[in-house]
């Protein structure tokens, strides 16, 4: 059977990304992108999109039906620091639309699934430095416990129901192109942006506050590595643990000044502060490594200078 990927988030920062590199690779005809809005114009220009919201399972299993679907990449969630305000609301898109998706895999309409958890699986009793793949875990946000319970079902439907899902736990991601939203690691994406807007930025966490963060690019590898290994290399079915760099605001702010060297930083931690000091510092993904071949390439000065270069275009183009 030809392979056909419907993308479920397709609009968010994630998946207009690799929606984007998955239609460069397969061709644009074979990823279907959608989300509950459009996105924007590059993303809509690229190939097929249909209006979906992914907790209505009737509306999923029309698309798969209707492009022949082969697999899908859940990439719609309702992120960690939006989660505190509507727990209800989290809870709910989070978990129905990954049962949405895994019954149609259950059920044989589907062959594949991703679906990504999150270091938000971790919790403040978890150890921070190098956390390990197994460890305690006692998430205290509604987003962690939707990705802590979500791995669990992950595990149960391949245990019991035969399901092919592959999963990882992303850190923060950073990335150029489309804004996240919501989550407690945005600060990283929006401190370039202000450092060439404004020269000067307002963190929301403190100066110290070290968290693990990957460069999109490497996002987007790790996702296409892990669909495309051999089914028996994927050992661990819940999720996995998956790191890059693990940096400070501070830290990053110094990079910059590297490149804009009058660029000040300011620190007002708010209620985000709490979620960022229950995560984890630093993130063992020695299995994802070993299991199906991983390696990160972005370090702090290179992901820098890209997100610098990147923007300053997208901002002259603006003008
Ligand atoms: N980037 C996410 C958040 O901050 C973590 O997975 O909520």
């Known amino acids: 059977m030809k392979k056909k990927i419907l993308i479920i988030g397709a609009c968010g920062q994630i998946g207009s990304e690799l929606t984007l590199k998955l239609r460069d690779i397969n061709g644009q005809n074979s990823i279907i992108a959608s989300d509950i809005r459009e996105g924007n114009k590059e993303l809509m220009k690229s190939g097929p999109f249909e209006l979906v919201n992914a907790i209505d399972y009737n509306s999923i299993l029309t698309i798969v039906e209707k492009h022949q679907i082969t697999e899908i990449y859940l990439m719609a969630a309702m992120l960690s620091a939006t989660g505190e305000k509507f727990p209800d609301k989290a809870w709910e898109l989070n978990m129905n639309s990954l049962f949405n998706v895994l019954n149609l895999a259950k059920e044989g309409k589907i062959q594949k699934v991703f679906w990504p958890s999150s270091i938000a699986v971790f919790g403040p009793s978890t150890p921070q430095e190098n956390t390990p793949q197994e460890t305690i875990m006692e998430p205290t946000t509604v987003y962690g416990i939707s990705k802590q319970a979500g791995e669990r079902w992950c595990e149960y439907y391949h245990n019991k129901y035969g399901v ?14 489309t804004n996240p939203g919501g989550g407690t690691t945005d600060y990283a994406v929006e401190i370039y942006h202000e450092a060439i807007l404004n020269g000067n930025y307002t963190c929301f966490l403190s100066e ?22 051999e089914p028996d290399t994927i050992k661990i079915r819940s999720s996995y643990n998956l790191a890059a760099i693990s940096f400070t605001p501070k830290e990053i702010a ?11 930083i300011t ?35 290179k992901m820098t200078n890209t997100m610098l270069e990147n923007l300053q275009i997208k901002n002259s183009k603006k003008l």
Not at 275 to 300: M, V, Y
């Open 164 to 177: 092919d899902v592959r999963s990882i736990r992303y850190p923060g991601i950073i990335s150029w192109k």
């Open 208 to 229: 110290n506050t070290k968290l693990p963060m990957m460069y999109m690019d490497d996002a987007i590898e790790a996702t296409m590595k892990i669909m495309d290994a």
């Open 254 to 264: 110094a990079e910059i000044k590297k490149s804009i060297p009058n660029f000040q």
């Open 267 to 301: 620190y007002q931690p708010d209620s985000r502060q709490q979620i960022a000091d229950s995560w984890p510092k630093s993130i063992d993904d020695t299995k994802a490594r070993e299991h199906w071949g991983w390696k990160h390439t972005f370090d702090l000065k």
